[in-house]
């Protein structure tokens, strides 16, 4: 069974530009979660998206913004990108939502530069 | 405060010891509790979870909860070299978010 697929796997961006990240849940999953990795802040929630709808949101500003398609496949989207924005960005699956117990598998990452 | 405190470590055992990592909460009403180890350069991988008071054993691991005093703390028995690495705690509280503490770093000595 394939685990959660994340794309690209590095990218590097300079000040200003956008980027978006994709993220292919584990089959059968349909629930998404954004985490942004730094060393200083840690594991930080970005969002998490069930039924194509944002079921919850993290402290992020609104240039970070997401959506999830109809077979569960989410992507991310930061515009106007700052330094501050390198990170390693992880998105995790689960089976669904509302259920406490469900644990989250993560994908290997996006590491975003910005030059 | 913050919502699930670690601490940042190293912690460092002799190869063959038990490694007794901790986490603590704030949020009362937290229903869910997981454990993932993290390599460096790597995604974290889910090792444990729990969801009632007591121990919960699998394999060399053991998750121990006590909602009472907002803990929870992952024992590792004969530790070894490659247990070395960053453990986060991580909780699901009432909002759902599951939130993570920033990780203890073991370091297992041979």
């Known amino acids: 069974k394939a685990g959660v697929t994340q794309t690209p796997r590095y990218l590097i961006k300079t000040r200003g530009q956008q980027v978006t990240l994709s993220c292919s849940p584990i089959?059968?999953?349909?629930?998404v979660s954004w985490y942004q990795q730094t060393p200083g802040q840690g594991l930080q929630f970005l969002f998490e998206?069930?039924?194509?709808?944002?079921?919850n949101k993290g402290n992020f500003p609104g240039r970070f913004s997401g959506r999830q398609f109809s077979n569960s496949r989410s992507e991310m989207n930061v515009s106007t990108l700052e330094l501050g924005d390198s990170a390693l960005y992880l998105c995790?699956?689960?089976?669904?939502?509302?259920?406490?117990?469900?644990?989250?598998?993560f994908g290997d990452g996006t590491r975003l530069s910005i030059l | 405060q913050k919502e699930v405190e670690q601490n940042s470590g190293p912690l460092s055992v002799p190869e063959g010891a038990i490694a007794s990592l901790n986490c603590t909460y704030s949020?009362?009403?937290?229903?869910?509790f997981f454990w993932y180890r993290q390599y460096s350069g790597k995604s974290p991988e889910l090792i444990m979870s729990?969801?009632?008071?007591g121990d919960k054993e699998d394999g060399r691991f053991t998750a121990q909860l006590n909602k009472a005093s907002q803990y929870v703390s992952l024992l590792i028995r004969d530790s070894q070299p490659s247990d070395s690495a960053t453990y986060l705690c991580?909780?699901?509280?009432?909002?759902?978010?599951?939130?993570f503490g920033s990780g203890t770093r073991l370091l297992v000595r041979p």
């Open positions: 949020d009362r009403v937290s229903q869910s």
């Open positions: 995790a699956s689960s089976l669904g939502w509302g259920d406490s117990n469900q644990p989250q598998h």
């Open positions: 729990i969801y009632s008071n």
């Open positions: 991580a909780v699901r509280g009432s909002s759902y978010k599951l939130i």
């Open positions: 998206y069930f039924s194509e709808t944002q079921r």
């Open positions: 089959s059968g999953h349909r629930s």
